[in-house]
């Protein structure tokens, strides 16, 4: 099984908090799922989103898939 997922890179030397934003697969609903609360992205560092519909299976699964 593939799923989709969403890489997010912070390109500074210094940490981004990202608490508080939101990922969305549909423009008119832009705030579709927040970024957990304290999610801090450090200085040259990736974080990945699982674009899975798979909520249970950890707080970096969106609630929304990807549309081919």
């Known amino acids: 099984q593939h799923e989709d997922w969403i890489e997010l890179y912070n390109t500074n030397d210094f ?3 990202l608490s508080g934003f939101y ?3 549909n ?3 832009p ?3 927040q ?3 304290g999610t ?3 200085a040259d560092s990736y974080l990945i989103i699982w674009a ?3 909520k249970d299976d950890g707080p970096y699964h969106a609630s929304f898939k990807l549309s081919a």
Do not use: G, N, Q, Y
């Open 31 to 33: 705030d579709k799922w």
């Open 15 to 17: 940490e981004v908090d």
């Open 52 to 54: 899975d519909e798979d």
């Open 35 to 37: 970024i957990p609360a």
């Open 27 to 29: 423009t008119a609903v």
């Open 40 to 42: 801090v992205l450090p």
């Open 23 to 25: 990922l969305t697969d």
